[in-house]
Nanobody
Framework: QVQLVESGGGLVQPGGSLRLSCAAS????????MSWIRQAPGKGRDLVAVVTSSGGSTSYTDSVKGRFTISRDNNKNMVYLQMNSLEPEDTAVYYC???????????WGQGTQVTVSS
């Protein structure tokens, strides 16, 4: 069955770094765009970063540009989010998402908590 399993979350001080990982299985990973989406307490889900199926193109929400980097390894069925210069406003549950080209398949992980606090 389809699985997306996130890891790497935790508690970090402002200015610190974390690397999130998402292990995918049960579908043709290299055919899906991959995203990281976050949900802060009491707020809706926000798209943080997207990488195309080939890994050739990425995009970011303005608030994380220059601080976060999304990447993928199609040989290992993995997607990553390197988060640097973390701010308290980055505190959220981070979800891994896989979306097919025409949006007919949309898969989610269970989420990993990131807390930025001193």
């Amino acid at each position: 069955q389809v699985q997306l399993v996130e890891s790497g979350g935790g508690l970090v001080q402002p200015g610190g770094s974390l690397r999130l990982s998402c292990a995918a299985s049960g579908f043709t990973f290299s055919s899906f765009a991959m995203s990281w989406i976050r949900q802060a307490p009491g707020k809706g889900r926000d798209l943080v970063a997207v990488v195309t199926s080939s890994g050739g193109s990425t995009s970011y929400t303005d608030s994380v540009k220059g601080r976060f980097t999304i990447s993928r390894d199609n040989n290992k069925n993995m997607v990553y989010l390197q988060m640097n210069s973390l701010e308290p406003e980055d505190t959220a549950v981070y979800y891994c998402n896989a979306r097919s080209r025409y949006g007919d398949y949309d898969y989610w992980g269970q989420g990993t908590q990131v807390t930025v606090s001193s």
